[in-house]
């Protein structure tokens, strides 16, 4: 019941969702303390409103943000309390005194400080705000000086406000006591302290403290992009839940020939990018972008269709290639929009069979098979359960764009899957790991997302307790307390590293500062590789390997779970086409309930999977498949034929793939550039559109192209 109401509440704890019943039941309370009156009383219920409203924000709770949407934001919820003081001190009959009025004025005055205070909080960000941001880029041409100490700025107006709470002490006390000069000494404390804040802002503003202007920023960036000359870019725009689509590429990035580059759009993908040495620089305005002096890059790759890819594709002297995020059958890997770019790289002969199928406007001649690098670390299946229960992983994709049934499993079919597993006769561990955008558009699809949650949760929980896994348990209790521990030092040790992109951020340090700080470490980068290896293997030391699990977020990564797994239950997406790398079984829910002879001419990824219907009463045939022994997994030989069609051939190695192309389409662009001199000039072969030309400029518009 209270887990059901922390997930409909969106809140991270049941200590959140309390502290949300406290404030929602301390202020009507506070008011009938007022008018009984009540001191007493008042005291506590204003005592219990200021611990929960303190605790939401420590928490960074999401019912802050909720509250500001109904008109009860910080500001309004200490007014108020406010208020019912003066209310408190009127019906105690203290309306002619000298402690009502003095406390009347110097609340005003409180108030009438907030605005200068908000206002340089306000301009000290601002004047700290980059017009790009970096990572293993020098800009120590710019000097950029350090930030503000994170305790002035972090939650500044929270802090701000809850100096009042002397003020509230000092008149409650007062009033208890008969002693006014209490009050007074409350009020000034409250007062002086505000002023306090303001004062030690106002350095902040000097020259000295600011990042350099705008044009220094980005020519101290064009004369470090003139030093490094990079020759490849990977272009990314997208969500803060999209990240992934860029992380996936970071790896083969750093593997190329050539001098890469990243480029990023939005600020709020930064923090969320993976550890890497390649230089990465985010551009949020696209005027700043199509100004940038990228004259030596030759070969642009894109990771997702969106809008903004515009910015990009206007330049001539490159050649730009769609590499997406993901090989699959999906509607978006036959998006017409793939026809703007030079080239479309698949993994392997599927993709260019499937454009040539759907007759979107991408010419064959223009679609290189280039594998997927990414899947490295996939391993081949031994052929046998790795534990002695199989392991199956349930990976749905999200709901997408649109209503069609064929989208995810979610909603028809997730709940009848994960059931059936969880009750195998023979017994089964199960892995949920939904898409990160699951019910990010749908309801229904996070309802059901919820459910599933919830029966796997409880599920894992009867198995702790169940008398068929004591004696292992028991046998394994050593190595597991030993594995958590690990889990704790390796995460302390990434923690101090900052691998997930926000220890800096925890330091203090402003994006300005992080730019300037953030420059290649092989040393660290190693280390972090290290610690990330150590951590996924610690981590599935760490519980039972009979114990079902949800995984959600980053870690383990996707493919750490292919390799735990001896099965995988999911959708038509690039999940089915990684998962054939490992040769493991597999089956696909049919959602849309084509049949199984269409569903399969449909899309060439399910042709050596077991299909399931909405029941996923086939399931069995999967168990029998990972656990049946000699001759119980007739789809075998499919699958290997299959791997080889969709994710092409094992030699040469992929990344060396990827490599060539890139090096002949760089080889392309250099043609190119070379030819239109000789005919135009050198001005003409590196013009770019003007940034006047009508492309969707940075200004909080994205059209996005799904895929």
């Not at 992934?244 to 890469?260: A, C, I």
């Not at 230089?279 to 990771?303: E, F, G, Q």
């Not at 993994?347 to 001649?365: F, I, K, Q, W």
């Not at 040393?523 to 599935?540: F, I, K, S």
Request: aromatic share 6%; proline share 6%; with cysteine.
């Amino acid at each position: 019941m209270i887990s059901t109401a922390i997930r409909l509440a969106r809140v991270g704890s049941g200590s959140e969702l309390a502290a949300a019943a406290v404030i929602g039941l301390g202020y009507p309370c506070v008011m009938l303390a007022a008018l009984i009156p009540n001191l007493w009383f008042f005291a506590a219920a204003v005592a219990a409103t200021y611990l929960a409203d303190r605790h939401l924000h420590r928490r960074g709770s999401y019912l802050i943000n909720r509250l500001g949407k109904v008109r009860a934001g910080l500001s309004i919820r200490f007014l108020v309390r406010q208020l019912l003081l003066i209310l408190l001190l009127a019906r105690i009959h203290l309306a002619e005194q000298s402690i009502f009025y003095v406390t009347i004025a110097a609340l005003l005055l409180f108030y009438a400080l907030q605005a200068p205070h908000g206002a340089l909080v306000t301009l000290i960000r601002l004047r700290r705000r980059m017009p790009v941001v970096t990572r293993n880029v020098d800009l120590g041409m710019l000097s950029i000086p350090p930030a503000p100490p994170k305790r002035l700025l972090n939650r500044s107006a929270e802090k701000m406000l809850h100096l009042d709470v002397f003020a509230v002490a000092g008149v409650l006390i007062a009033v208890q006591s008969g002693e006014y000069a209490v009050g007074y000494a409350g009020l000034a404390l409250t007062l002086a302290l505000a002023v306090a804040y303001v004062v030690v802002l106002l350095p902040y503003l000097r020259r000295g403290r600011r990042v350099p202007p705008v044009d220094t920023v980005l020519e101290g960036v064009d004369s470090w992009l003139r030093d490094y000359r990079p020759t490849t870019v990977l272009y990314f725009s997208g969500s803060r839940e999209s990240a992934y689509q860029v992380n996936m590429w970071l790896d083969t990035m750093k593997q190329l020939d050539g001098r890469p580059l990243i480029v990023l759009r939005e600020r709020h993908i930064v923090p969320q990018l993976g550890p890497t040495s390649v230089p990465v620089i985010c551009v949020p305005s696209a005027t700043h972008l199509m100004n940038m002096d990228l004259s030596t890059v030759r070969v642009a790759l894109y990771a997702a269709n969106v809008g903004k890819n515009i910015h990009m594709l206007r330049v001539p002297t490159m050649k730009h290639v769609f590499i997406g995020h993901g090989d699959s059958d999906k509607v978006a890997s036959i998006n017409p929009f793939s026809k703007v770019y030079d080239e479309v790289w698949s993994a392997g002969r599927a993709g260019r069979d499937r454009y040539a199928l759907a007759d979107v406007g991408v010419r064959d001649e223009d679609i290189v098979e280039v594998g997927r690098p990414q899947l490295a670390p996939i391993q081949p299946w031994s052929g046998t359960p790795k534990h002695p229960v199989p392991t199956v992983l349930y990976a749905p994709t999200w709901e997408g764009w649109d209503d069609n049934p064929g989208n995810t499993s979610i909603l028809l079919a997730g709940e009848n899957i994960v059931r059936r597993l969880l009750e195998a006769e023979q017994p089964v561990r199960v892995l949920y790991k939904p898409h990160p955008f699951t019910g990010t558009r749908s309801p229904a699809a996070k309802a059901v997302h919820a459910r599933i949650t919830a029966m796997v949760e409880e599920a894992a929980a009867a198995r702790a307790t169940d008398a068929r896994w004591a004696a292992d348990a028991a046998a394994l209790q050593a190595e597991r307390s030993a594995a958590q521990a690990e889990l704790a030092r390796i995460e302390a040790r990434l923690a101090e590293l900052g691998a997930k992109g926000k220890g800096a951020a925890k330091n203090g340090k402003d994006e300005a500062e992080i730019s300037r700080d953030a420059l290649p470490d092989p040393v660290r980068e190693a280390e972090l590789a290290q610690l990330r290896d150590e951590w996924n293997d610690a981590y599935w030391r760490s519980f039972g390997w009979w114990e079902h699990r949800v995984i959600s977020g980053a870690e383990p990564r996707l493919y750490d779970c292919f390799n735990e797994s001896d099965g995988m239950v999911s959708d038509i997406s690039s999940v089915v086409s990684d998962f054939i790398a490992s040769g493991k079984p597999y089956a696909v829910t049919d959602s849309a309930e084509l049949g199984v002879e269409e569903f399969k001419q449909q899309n060439t990824a399910v042709r050596a999977a077991v299909i399931l219907d909405n029941s996923a009463a086939q399931l069995g045939e999967l168990l029998a498949a990972i656990t049946g022994g000699e001759g119980a997994d007739p789809l075998a030989e499919a699958r290997r034929e299959l791997k080889a069609y969709l994710l092409g051939p094992d030699e040469p190695a992929s990344i060396v793939q990827f490599n060539d192309a890139v090096r002949t389409l760089a080889a392309k662009s250099e043609a190119r550039n070379l030819g239109v001199a000789q005919r135009t000039g050198p001005e003409v072969a590196v013009a770019a559109a003007d940034p006047s030309d009508s492309a969707p400029e940075a200004s909080g518009i994205d059209s996005t192209v799904p895929g």
